[in-house]
């Protein structure tokens, strides 16, 4: 099981010029593993950037970052890869068939597992019915896998690879509220152990989570069980 911690992380983008925008501001917070935590807050105000830092894809400016309990600028990243999966907005997917997307995450894994996984990620119907199947290339024009299939598909992948822990970035954002739902079953079956951090703007499902963090501008405003906190307007 894996923990996450931030100690006074700040993040800062640069554009073109040279010019930094700062994206996290002394951000602290403590994800407890196990269990199942959200990330809230409006667009821009810099979960994915959080998330990316867990992720260990990049490094913050300042302060401290521990995944495990481990900083990992000091030890290996390369083990936690596989331990940590984050599943971006916008998937990327090879240029190939459903299945050797999801093969390539877990080469072992047998037929029904990959169905298994596609059924957790609410894509299996849409893939049962292409014509051809686990075949369909990604993208197969006519049998076009849309922009929320796509990212289902990574839900899929990151189940196969057995995370220890999986940051879902509006990874049910196309989905309805019992779908969600239903999804979150299904992970919390598959992956039992594993501390899952997801990152939303709906406050309506937060219903099993643990934790919320409710972020603005960069900053972590309130965190709690979701019936601790204060009303979040919209
Ligand atoms: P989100 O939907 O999470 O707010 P965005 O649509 O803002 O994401 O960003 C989509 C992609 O563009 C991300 O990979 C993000 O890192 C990148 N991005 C966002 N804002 C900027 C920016 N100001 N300059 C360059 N890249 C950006
Ligand atoms: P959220 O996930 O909450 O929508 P992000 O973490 O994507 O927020 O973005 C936080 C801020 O950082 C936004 O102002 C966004 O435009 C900016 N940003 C994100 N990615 C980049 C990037 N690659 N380059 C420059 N600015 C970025």
Redesign the pocket.
């Known amino acids: 099981q894996l923990q996450f911690t931030a100690q006074d992380v700040d993040f800062y983008?640069e554009?073109a010029t040279g010019q930094a925008?700062q994206?996290l501001k002394q951000v602290s917070m403590d994800v407890p593993a196990g269990q199942w935590h959200a990330l809230v807050?409006?667009?821009?105000?810099?979960?994915?950037?959080?998330a990316t830092l867990f992720a260990r894809y990049t490094d913050p400016q300042a302060g401290q970052l521990l995944v495990g309990g481990q900083d990992l600028r000091e030890t290996q990243v390369d083990a936690l890869r596989s331990a940590v999966v984050y599943v971006p907005q916008r998937a990327h997917l090879f240029n190939d068939t459903i299945a050797a997307n999801l093969r390539l995450a877990a080469p072992e894994a047998s037929e029904p597992e990959l169905w298994r996984a596609l059924e957790i990620a609410q894509v299996a119907e849409e893939v049962r019915q292409m014509p051809q199947g686990l075949e369909t290339m990604v993208g197969e024009k006519g049998t076009a896998v849309s922009g929320g299939q796509r990212q289902r598909l990574a839900i899929a992948r990151a189940v196969l690879m057995h995370p220890r822990a999986l940051i879902l970035?509006e990874s049910t954002a196309h989905l309805n509220d019992e779908l969600a739902a239903q999804v979150r079953r299904q992970l919390r079956e598959a992956l039992p152990q594993a501390t899952i951090l997801e990152?939303t703007h709906r406050i309506s499902q937060l219903e099993g989570v643990q934790t919320v963090w409710v972020?603005d501008q960069?900053q972590i405003i309130q965190s709690g069980k979701p019936s601790e906190l204060a009303q979040q307007p919209g």
């Open positions: 983008y554009d925008h994206a807050g409006p667009t821009g105000c810099g979960k994915s950037t959080l970035d990152i972020m960069g």
